[in-house]
Structure formats: structure tokens, C-alpha cells
């Protein structure tokens, strides 16, 4: 009886207000809360929780430190919806779109992780499938989205970053302050000739990355954000 007192005070606890007031509202487009609680789960984090480790879930739901933890995870998932919720807008402002082999490939990688996951072949995944009711075309079909917005911001971080370059200074530099890292498996020097578009590759993937980190640290920075949560 206590236990199932307890579960439906935790189940008020996070499910309270669900329909209520967005938890954030980003240029004007809101992130309600059942968006934030399906990134967060924490329903299914606490559930199992409480049946394996209940003393540490009444913790977490029952102390001002628990609850605080609990919050500053929801926090930080929430920053995450923002920070996605601004790059889909800004890709939207400039006309970008999901390129469509791209967001094929990405299904297919999306496919390739569950069926390792799980440690299925393809006829299990498609045994697994009909158990749901789903032909292996609608369940691509439902992971489209996901891999519709991945391409997206793919899209956006190319457009963002696309006119960055690497000179030869920079790839001889490298190559000269690395030399201990570019040998064959003898162990005898690799000639730069024979690196060059691995060092060409490693420095414009950090400059890319150093660009879009600054890009978006701006871009959330100049957004009205209005957190409710």
C-alpha cells in the first residue's frame, strides 16, 4: 500500500501540469512538456528506479537535494530541446531541406544500430517488426522524421561552416610539430605527400567544429528565451 502511494505521488510529481503552460518558448515557438519528458524519461528512469533501488528513489523525489538534482537534469535536457529548436529554426530562415539520400542513409544507419543492438539479423528485425504490427517500410517510415531533422541540421552546420579553409602552412605546420605521428608500421617516417588529406581532414574538422561551437554560443545568445520550467 505505501509503495503504491508512494508511485502515485511520484507519478503527480512528474505528470502534474503536463497540458499546462509550455516549459519554453524559443522566438516565439514553444517546447511543451511532454516533449521534455519524453527527452528526459524520467517516468521510466524513476520507475525502474523505484522497484530496484527504492530507498535511492525516495531520495530523489523526497529531499530538496533530490529534487534539485532531478530539476537541474531537466535543465539541461531543456537546453538541449533549445538548442535545437534554434538551429531548426534558422535552417527553416534560410531555405535549407533534408537532403533525401542523406536522410535515407541515415535510416539505414539508424537500422543497423537497433539490429546490433538487439543482436538481430534482418529476418528477426523482421519478426520483431510483425509482432508490432509494422512491415519493415512503415518502420522506416516512423524513423523518417528523426533522420529528416538529422539531415537538417547537418544542412545547416555545412551552410554555416561551408566557407572555411585550410592552408598549406597550416598542413606543413602540422605535419612538422606531429612528425612522431605519421610512420608506417615499421615504424619509418610517413612523407607529407603521403598525409596530406589525413592532416587536411583532422584540421578542418577542428575548424569546423570551433565555428559552429562559436556560431551557435552566439545564436543562443541573441534568441528570446523565455524558460518556464
Known sequence: MKKLLALAVFVGFFTGGLAQAPVAIVNGEPIM????????????????LYYQYPRFAQSLLTTPEGKAFLTRYQRDVLEDLILRKIQIQEAQARGLTPDPTRVNAIVDQILTQIKSYYGLSDEE???ELAKEGLTPEEFREELRPQAEQQALLEALKQAVTGDLTVTDEEIRTYYEDNADQFTDDQGNPLSLAEVREKIFSLLYSQK??????????????????????
Open 33 to 48: 512538456r511532454e516533449e521534455l519528458e519524453g527527452s528526459t524519461r524520467l517516468n521510466q528512469i524513476l520507475f525502474s
Open 125 to 127: 528485425l523482421v519478426a
Open 208 to 229: 569546423q567544429d570551433e565555428a559552429w561551437n562559436t556560431w551557435l554560443k552566439e545564436t543562443r545568445e541573441k534568441a528570446q528565451v523565455e524558460i518556464n520550467l
